[in-house]
């Protein structure tokens, strides 16, 4: 199994957050839980039925962080899956939901409708030719056959992005795909996030990361081993200085900054999201690591609310 696992990042109000992705584009809500490292922050999950590898996007919501800025070094876009047919229907919605949006334009022969979500984050649906027959999940806000597919993928900004390509393609399980002016394209053997694009950006204003940025990039190992056999190559062929595994408690994970300045992570596919509560109530109750159970109530008295409606959202 070869691709992107999840993407986190940055938001500001982890409120008008949970509604964007819950009420306006209809992902489910499958993770209430904070931020292992920052234990005062939300660490909120969207995706699939199950938050299925390649479906997830995650955020860490720092409500008074500065607006960040894309330039190389950074992720510029992240993209959804949707069959090509719902293109007509996305384009409707945001503009009944105020939504801020771009014409539709083709991408590798694919048409894209790229947008903002309330923080500034740069996103995009893709019409993707059979995602029809690819699994989705509603909750009735979207029609199934228009709902989010799971991540299409990302768009790398890069001032060099040779050494970049030779980790996805040496390690990752990402080959070669082709180009589109600026853009080469690697994909992996999933569908669901399954494309990386690497835009040259030789020349560009550095850029910095805050509010409306991508914090890091997933992919995916099927296990321990692969993760191992993953940083063992990192580290003895291309130079890089991955950390020790860390327990996240839903995936195991190791990081490292690929040449380009982007945290990349490789995370395992177990144990998933249901490790801690049933699919059915998946979103519903804010769970902790146990590291951290202790400090319950210290921690909920310092998380914003939510939306009454959040559970199985």
Do not use: C
Not at 17 to 44: A, I, M
């Amino acid at each position: 199994m070869a691709g992107i696992h999840h993407v986190t990042a940055i938001s500001g109000k982890a409120a008008r957050n949970f509604d964007f992705y819950s009420h306006v584009l209809g992902l489910r809500f499958v993770k209430k839980t904070v931020n292992f490292d920052d234990n005062g922050t939300y660490h909120l999950y969207y995706g699939d039925r199950v938050g299925y590898p390649g479906t997830v996007l995650t955020f860490f919501p720092w409500e008074h962080a500065a607006a960040g800025h894309v330039g190389p070094g950074q992720t510029q876009q992240t993209t959804f899956r949707v069959p090509t047919s719902s293109i007509g229907y996305w384009t409707h919605r945001f503009i009944e939901k105020g939504v801020v949006h771009e014409a539709v334009e083709k991408r590798f022969g694919e048409p894209i409708l790229s947008f903002t979500d309330p923080d500034g984050m740069s996103l995009a649906l893709v019409g993707v030719a059979g995602a029809e027959s690819e699994p989705a999940w509603s909750a009735g806000l979207i029609p199934m056959e228009h709902a989010i597919r799971g991540f299409h993928g990302v768009t790398l900004m890069l001032d060099d992005g040779a050494r970049t390509a030779a980790i996805l393609t040496d390690v990752l399980g990402f080959t070669a795909a082709g180009e589109d002016g600026a853009l080469a394209r690697y994909r992996a053997s999933e569908a669901i996030g399954g494309v990386v694009d690497i835009r040259a950006a030789t020349g560009f204003a550095a850029g910095h990361q805050g509010r409306g940025s991508v914090h890091h990039i997933a992919f995916r190992a099927a296990n321990d081993a692969s993760q191992a056999a993953m940083a063992q190559k990192l580290t003895a062929e291309h130079g890089m200085k991955p950390t020790a595994q860390l327990d996240r408690k839903y995936f195991r994970s190791i990081y490292f900054r690929e040449p380009g300045g982007i945290l990349f992570e490789i995370a395992t596919d177990d144990p998933g999201f249901t490790v801690d509560e049933p699919a059915q109530t998946l979103g519903r109750d804010l769970k902790l690591p146990p590291f951290l159970e202790s400090r319950r109530k210290e921690i909920e008295a310092v998380l914003p609310e939510l939306h009454a409606t959040e559970a199985g959202s």
